[in-house]
């Protein structure tokens, strides 16, 4: 199929805001959720050295993400965006008696069987997915600050996968403390807090054909960004 030109993208009507929005979820097709290491994951399948080789790597991405919202947040000019923006961050970092997902996720890999201080070194994080998470941060901190909100519209798919994990891993994976996956039930409804404000921020910015295109680039590219991570993890972990 032959790709259009910059023109001809420029030439065609712009979709109306639910015919964008459908455009941007179809991108679920593209989701991790489908990468065969996940599938097998979900599956039941994976070996406990397996799982702790994902948590371990995923565990990188967990910490970089405030970096990547603070570059965001850097970036915007409109204060009552950067309020809510900021509510991002304090999920992940913590605040106020909530010890915030990045402790969650310790403590998943303490379920898991990782030492806090064996997670925290960082030393099981692969080239791959660690180049992967840095190029996605400082595609925030190069970004206009509406295509850094379009790029985290990726959680659209992830209650899905929160909710399959804490439906499946209790039976599939016996060994992990339940209280690990504390995570994954906190994510579902913030995530779906974050998408409310991502998408309407990117249905108002993303106007023109050309824009909308984009949008859907920068979406493919976060997309992107979470299946590189999965293909380093497969090929270190088989």
């Known amino acids: 199929m032959n790709m259009m030109s910059r023109a001809?993208?420029?030439?065609?009507?712009?979709?109306d805001k639910a015919t964008?929005?459908?455009?941007?979820?179809a991108k679920e097709e593209h989701y991790h959720i489908h990468h065969p290491f996940n599938v097998r994951m979900q599956e039941g399948v994976l070996t406990p050295e397996q799982i702790r080789g994902w948590v371990a790597n995923r565990f990188y991405y967990q910490i970089r993400i405030p970096q990547k919202d603070a570059a965001i947040l850097a970036n915007c000019p409109d204060r009552e965006t950067r309020r809510r923006w900021l509510l991002r961050i304090l999920d992940h970092d913590g605040c106020d008696g909530n010890a915030g997902g990045i402790e969650a996720w310790t403590r998943l890999g303490e379920?898991?069987?990782?030492?806090?201080a064996e997670?925290?070194?960082?030393?099981?994080?692969?080239?791959g997915v660690r180049f992967a998470v840095d190029g996605y941060v400082n595609f925030a901190r190069q970004a206009s600050w509406q295509e850094g909100v379009c790029s985290s519209l990726t959680?659209?798919?992830a209650p899905r996968i929160h909710k399959d994990r804490l439906a499946s891993?209790?039976?599939?994976?016996?060994?992990?403390?339940?209280?690990?996956?504390h995570y994954f039930r906190s994510r579902i409804s913030l995530a779906e807090r974050d998408v409310e404000h991502g998408l309407q921020v990117t249905l108002a910015h993303f106007v023109t054909r050309e824009q909308q295109e984009r949008a859907l680039?920068?979406?493919q590219f976060k997309l992107d960004v979470l299946w590189s991570m999965m293909d380093a993890i497969e090929r270190a972990y088989g």
């Open 8 to 15: 001809e993208i420029g030439c065609q009507p712009r979709w």
């Open 20 to 25: 964008f929005q459908a455009q941007l979820l």
């Open 155 to 157: 959680e659209m798919f």
């Open 169 to 181: 891993w209790p039976t599939n994976y016996p060994w992990i403390d339940p209280e690990g996956l």
């Open 111 to 116: 379920a898991v069987g990782i030492p806090r």
């Open 119 to 127: 997670l925290w070194s960082l030393r099981h994080v692969l080239p």
């Open 217 to 219: 680039g920068i979406l």
